[in-house]
Antibody
Framework: EVQLLESGGGLVQPGGSLRLSCAASGFTFSSYAMTWFRQTPGKGLEWVSVISGSGSTTFYADSVKGRFTLSRDNSKNTLYLQMNSLRAEDTAVYYC??????????????????????WGQGTLVTVSS | DIQMTQSPSSLSAAVGDRVTITCQASQDIGNYLNWYQQKPGKAPNLLIYDASNLEAGVPSRFSGSGSETDFTFTISSLQPEDIATYYCQQYDNLPITFGQGTRLEIK
């Protein structure tokens, strides 16, 4: 059974940092691109970042570029989102999700956009003084 | 960015009714369109991928159609457990974008 479990959310002051983790199980983690979304009542669902299966390729939304860094440790089946210089508008529930589509060898170095077929339960990040 | 315009924003229907939600993309996205169901406090759940393909384990009363810029999501016979918010999502290009959601209620 595919499972994604986020952790690391919490309350942080503006300008602060937080690292989210997403522990994956039930599938060959290194063979799938992984992505983060966030959700707020006001702005709805927003894509944040995506990383290739090998971890060599990443893309970011303009709203987080230069502040957030996405990485993965395939030996630990874990995805990380390092969030720096946090702002009030980063307050949201953050979801990690698997991008369907098994990659093999060199194709794991690129990101092929696919439907996001499994999502974690989400972790709440609140940026406030 | 590709804008996804979803309508209606809310919908009230009776059990057994046929329910239709539409989603319009601001440019041609081929069939790179997915539909998700989200219940309160839960993550979105993939129902339909590539515009018309039913995800494994999803009841057949759910269906999708369309291509290029205009897409439709249908529940053929509404059930009480279908009460949720539904979202369309395009993945033709980054950034991946979503419609604003349709909140479905039982009449």
């Amino acid at each position: 059974e595919v499972q994604l479990l986020e952790s690391g959310g919490g309350l942080v002051q503006p300008g602060g940092s937080l690292r989210l983790s997403c522990a994956a199980s039930g599938f060959t983690f290194s063979s799938y691109a992984m992505t983060w979304f966030r959700q707020t009542p006001g702005k709805g669902l927003e894509w944040v970042s995506v990383i290739s299966g090998s971890g060599s390729t990443t893309f970011y939304a303009d709203s987080v570029k230069g502040r957030f860094t996405l990485s993965r440790d395939n030996s630990k089946n874990t995805l990380y989102l390092q969030m720096n210089s946090l702002r009030a508008e980063d307050t949201a529930v953050y979801y990690c999700a698997r991008m369907g589509g098994y990659c093999i060898s060199t194709s794991c170095q690129t990101v092929e956009l696919r439907p996001t077929d499994y999502w974690g339960q989400g972790t709440l990040v609140t940026v406030s003084s | 960015d590709i804008q996804m315009t979803q309508s209606p924003s809310s919908l009230s229907a009776a059990v057994g009714d046929r329910v239709t939600i539409t989603c319009q993309a601001s440019q041609d996205i081929g069939n790179y369109l997915n539909w998700y169901q989200q219940k309160p406090g839960k993550a979105p759940n993939l129902l339909i991928y590539d515009a018309s393909n039913l995800e494994a384990g999803v009841p057949s009363r759910f269906s999708g159609s369309g291509s290029e810029t205009d897409f439709t999501f249908t529940i053929s016979s509404l059930q009480p457990e279908d009460i949720a918010t539904y979202y369309c999502q395009q993945y033709d290009n980054l950034p991946i974008t979503f419609g604003q959601g349709t909140r479905l209620e039982i009449k």
